[in-house]
Nanobody, 128 residues
């Protein structure tokens, strides 16, 4: 079983930066693709970023490209989301997610149903 725990959310002003962390338990972490999603009130959960198990390949939603960076430290079982130049429209609960397969060399997983494990989420609020 894999458990994911997000941290690092908070209330910031537009233009500020935050770094989210997702600590994973379970030995499959270092072998599986990971992703970040977000969900704003009244909206569906949407893809933010994903990263291959080795960290060498990443994908981003167009809305965050150039502002957000996903990375991972497999030695620490942690995936990060560095968020710069935050905007009010980035306000949401942010979730990290993991797949269960250990054979993928891809980072191209964009839909929530493609992930098997989820954290509880961390709130990010950006004021204007």
């Amino acid at each position: 079983q894999v458990q994911l725990v997000e941290s690092g959310g908070g209330l910031v002003q537009a233009g500020a930066s935050l770094r989210l962390s997702c600590a994973a338990s379970g030995r499959i972490f270092s072998r599986t693709p990971m992703g970040w999603f977000r969900q704003a009130p009244g909206k569906e959960r949407e893809f933010v970023a994903s990263i291959r198990w080795s960290g060498g390949s990443t994908n981003y939603a167009d809305s965050v490209k150039g502002r957000f960076t996903i990375s991972r430290d497999n030695a620490k079982n942690t995936v990060y989301l560095q968020m710069n130049s935050l905007k009010p429209e980035d306000t949401a609960v942010y979730y990290c997610a993991a797949r269960s397969d250990l054979t993928s060399y891809s980072a191209s997983y964009f839909r929530p149903r493609e992930y098997d494990y989820w954290g509880q989420g961390t709130q990010v609020t950006v004021s204007s």
